[in-house]
């Protein structure tokens, strides 16, 4: 429960600030996401709700059984002058996506 608030915290933190800070890496992010049983993939803000890393034709299924989250300031515009900004988040959310997806895939019946 105190991980699960300190998270919490953080994160809004991250909101308030207008800071698009990420945390060490996306290995990181996902091991602590799993200790608090959080299997939701990063999806794009906005029209689409697209989701890095994952296949076109495979995002649906994906975000039905992971279920969605978004990280400040990754939607579908990109503000000019941010381009650099936008291109760690994608990368970010990239890699976190690859490295969730498995942890969240149920065993077909």
């Given at each position: 429960m105190?991980?699960?608030?300190?998270?919490?915290?953080?994160?809004?933190?991250?909101?308030?600030?207008?800071?698009?800070?990420?945390?060490e890496g996306a290995e990181q992010a996902v091991a602590q996401s799993l200790n608090i049983q959080d299997y939701r993939l990063i999806v794009r803000g906005g029209r689409g709700g697209g989701v890095p890393g994952i296949?076109?034709?495979e995002q649906e299924q994906a975000k039905n059984r992971c279920?969605?989250?978004?990280?400040?300031?990754?939607?579908?515009?990109i503000t000019p002058g941010k381009e650099a900004e936008y291109a760690q988040l994608e990368a970010y959310a990239t890699d976190y996506n690859r490295r969730m997806l498995p942890h969240c895939q149920k065993p077909e019946k």
């Open positions: 105190a991980q699960t608030l300190r998270v919490v915290a953080g994160l809004l933190l991250l909101y308030i600030s207008g800071c698009y800070a990420l945390p296949a076109e034709s279920g969605v989250r978004y990280l400040a300031g990754f939607a579908d515009v």
